[in-house]
């Protein structure tokens, strides 16, 4: 197979993704705050070659060609396959970093297999991971400008037919966006009273000694209308939240539309960053009370020793993967700031030992300690008895794992899961020794405020 690249226009990419977005394992991975540093390439991709999916352990692969079933390791399984398909294809960079590969989620509950954690009950049928590996993907440099049709052929005939049959597709008829009135009657099984008592509890097991951190979310919950729109609901989301990890997916059955503000996992040439998330205050319309929540974030001592904590365990974490000494810390508690709130953002950086792989890293990182807590594997259990319900998209990862050794993930944060006439997000805070019980209860307001406003 062989690489190749057609130049386009930059066109807006939601507009191009109108074309597929009734696709299955249609993916659009967005970086829609164009302000923000971090947010430079945008992705489409539709129409798998093979498809990955694991459910409690059952992993089940549908390709051309054959159907498989069978109990494994999600993480192997996506490493294997990704092998299997022996696409090794140096990274070309002049272009965007995924050039094709496996791009989907991987639910949090994916740590039922890596460690012995209790076992929730759950009515949803989404897998806990759900994958599907691409050879054509629509790409955009917003720094540049620029975008491509990117495709794995077996020659240049084939890729140009391949690429003139996808400018058919984009000069056909979108579908239009129907904007929506609809107004979610939300739900909790948290009140404000009973959430603060999780909190009291948590401090509790972090002055027993149990954990030093644990994040601590509460699930909102609402009925949606027949007609109701998930993408044109994202159009609106990425407008009143803008996020530079933003995504929507569609997996038949289901959706998932992202706004976070984490990056997870991001490996460019064996060099791996994570930027851990901890530490919010609110944005305001008042430009000088927004400043004072500025410097009220920056001299916190209580939100620095919460991204602290998580930001020794994902040091921990990465050296499982990196080299000897190559570990560090490049940027710590520094302030960004997002539509809906401000942040204490750190930056870890590492390069991967010689036979390791994107993949290998993350699984050795899974779930993303900023929305665990520490030590990681205590701090689930504690989540799992606080919560009481899975967490399945929620504080996993979406993104990308190129063919080329690049990947790119999200924390899945302020993200919206659409199944059936139900639509649910959790939002959540990491509880210290000297976290107050009603200020972390406004703190998850606060970041939900903005996902409850996304609904006209």
Not at 389 to 400: D, E, I, N, Q
Request: aromatic letters at 12%; charged letters at 20%.
């Amino acid at each position: 197979m062989t690489l190749f690249a057609f130049a386009m226009d930059d066109d807006d990419p939601v507009e191009i993704f109108t074309r597929f977005r009734d696709k299955p394992y249609s993916l659009f991975l967005d970086s829609a705050d164009k302000e923000h540093p971090s947010a430079r390439y945008s992705f489409i991709a539709c129409q798998p070659f093979e498809t990955i999916e694991s459910k409690s352990g059952q992993i089940t692969i549908i390709n051309r060609s054959e159907r498989l079933s069978f109990l494994g390791d999600p993480f192997s399984t996506v490493k294997e396959r990704l092998a299997k398909w022996n696409i090794n294809v140096p990274q070309r960079y002049d272009l965007p970093p995924f050039q094709g590969g496996a791009a989907g989620f991987f639910g949090y509950d994916l740590a039922q297999g890596l460690e012995k954690l209790p076992t929730l009950p759950s009515t949803s049928k989404i897998p806990d991971m759900t994958v599907g590996l691409y050879n054509q993907v629509v790409a955009f440099d917003h720094h540049k400008g620029k975008g491509w049709f990117i495709i794995h052929a077996a020659d240049e005939k084939t890729a140009e037919t391949e690429y003139k049959r996808f400018l058919h597709q984009i000069d056909a008829k979108g579908v239009g966006f129907v904007a929506s009135s609809f107004q979610p009657e939300w739900s909790s099984p948290f009140t404000s009273q009973s959430y603060e008592q999780a909190v009291r509890q948590v401090s509790n097991y972090i002055h027993a000694g149990d954990i030093f951190q644990a994040n601590l979310s509460q699930r909102f919950e609402a009925t949606i209308p027949p007609d109701f729109d998930s993408f044109t609901h994202y159009c609106h989301l990425r407008q009143v939240n803008a996020s530079p990890f933003a995504s929507y997916m569609n997996f038949g059955d289901f959706q998932l539309s992202s706004a976070s503000p984490e990056r997870f996992l991001c490996v460019h040439s064996k060099q791996v960053e994570t930027k851990p998330v901890k530490g919010t205050r609110p944005r305001l319309p008042d430009p000088n009370k927004d400043k004072e929540m500025m410097r009220e974030l920056l001299i916190s001592g209580k939100d620095r020793a919460e991204n602290i904590i998580i930001v020794d365990l994902l040091r921990n974490d990465l050296s499982k993967v990196c080299g000897d000494f190559s570990v560090d810390v490049s940027q710590l508690c520094a302030l960004e700031s997002f539509a809906a709130v401000h942040h204490l953002v750190s930056t870890v950086t590492g390069t991967l030992r010689t036979g390791q792989t994107p993949v290998d890293l993350l699984r050795a990182c899974f779930p993303g300690g900023s929305v665990t807590g520490a030590p990681k594997v205590r701090a689930m259990e504690i989540i799992a008895e606080m919560e009481g319900v899975p967490r399945g998209s929620y504080c996993g990862a979406l993104g990308y794992i190129g063919f080329n050794g690049s990947m790119d993930t999200n924390i899945a944060i302020r993200t919206l899961v659409y199944e059936g006439d139900k639509v649910w997000f959790n939002v959540g805070g990491g509880i210290i020794a000297d976290s107050t019980p009603s200020d972390e209860y406004q703190e998850t307001l606060d970041k939900a405020s903005a996902i409850f406003g996304s609904f006209r």
